[in-house]
């Protein structure tokens, strides 16, 4: 027979792995892990490091495959109480991948294969810390708009290209003698490298050079550049909102949970005073200055006085 652990041992379980995965600690360790795997993984493309501490870095290798595994149970363990939360979550899901894929026969065999999987944990970065991650999530946004820019973009570096070709083609075929060599010429344009050489050849072959340079300048390295920044600024606004709007709200209690009854009390107490001057006036007039806080015993020997005093002041009316 198997054993059933009981719901409430695993609420509690649960509560306190989700309290290690929610500290910071655990995010620093995992990140820790990480770039001691990064540091590995690239000093195995030094030979003579390799010859000389071969095993010590497949331990060390293996120690991180420990660490994500041991990472990927605690997270598993936090939603011990509910477990279908742990798979509808995209990160566990590629967690699980990564660290799954170096033990399939498949994968355990080829080294080229492997290597990829131990660079996609770089990518786990992302998930530990939420500015990294909000920038993920902007670029996954800007993909959209993205299409669009290159079509707009491949519009105007072929236009350009057609007119660069029919103007600059006979003079100079290695970069303009096709319309594809005059797009990858136009291309490297964009980094402005060398656009003043460029733009004093030009000028000996055809007399337009200089309009066709500077308007290509101006559309394509000026324009479309700032197109992609603004793009790509946009969806990481909106990918911090709705990163900010997913954290749960931390309702604050009020400093002075009194605090809204004591004009009240004020009102009653002024209230008071004003009848009793009415009913006597010999006594002083309520004072415009504010009151203190009073206790409850005067409140509420002062509420009887009023009760009382229309009896006590009342004159005796002779037989």
């Not at 490297?188 to 066709?212: F, K, M, P």
Request: proline fraction near 8%; glycine fraction near 6%; charged fraction near 15%.
């Amino acid at each position: 027979m198997i054993p059933t652990v009981p719901p409430g041992a695993r609420r509690r379980v649960a509560a306190r792995c989700e309290t290690v995965v929610e500290s910071a600690w655990f995010a620093l360790a995992g990140f820790a892990v990480i770039l001691l795997n990064a540091v590995l993984l690239g000093l195995e493309t030094y030979d003579p490091v390799v010859a000389a501490a071969g095993p010590a870095l497949r331990a060390a290798e293996h120690l991180c495959l420990v660490g994500f595994a041991a990472e990927l149970a605690l997270r598993f363990a936090a939603r011990l109480d509910r477990p279908g939360r742990f798979f509808r979550d995209g990160w566990n899901l590629f967690d699980l991948a990564i660290v799954v894929a170096p033990l399939l026969p498949g994968v355990r065999e080829n080294v080229s294969v492997l290597r990829l999987v131990r660079l996609a944990r770089l990518i786990r970065a992302f998930r530990l810390f939420p500015s990294l991650r909000v920038i993920l999530v902007g670029i996954r946004r800007a993909l959209p708009g993205l299409g669009s820019f290159l079509l707009i973009t491949l519009l105007v570096v072929y236009g350009y290209a057609m007119l660069g070709w029919m103007m600059f083609g006979d003079a100079y075929p290695e970069k303009y003698g096709t319309v594809g060599q005059a797009m990858l010429t136009l291309f490297l344009l964009l980094s402005l490298d060398g656009i003043t050489d460029t733009l004093e050849a030009g000028r000996q072959v055809h007399a337009g050079a200089v309009l066709y340079y500077i308007s290509y300048m101006v559309a394509a390295c000026y324009l479309l550049t700032n197109m992609l920044v603004g793009l790509v600024l946009t969806a990481l606004q909106e990918a911090h909102e709705a990163e900010r709007a997913a954290r749960p709200a931390v309702r604050k209690a009020p400093a002075h949970p009194v605090h809204p009854h004591l004009a009240d009390l004020r009102a009653a107490l002024d209230a008071l005073e004003r009848r009793l001057t009415d009913l006597d006036p010999a006594l002083p007039a309520p004072r415009a200055a504010p009151l203190p806080a009073p206790s409850p015993a005067p409140a509420s020997s002062s509420a009887s006085s009023p009760a009382s005093s229309p009896a006590e002041n009342e004159p005796a009316h002779p037989a």
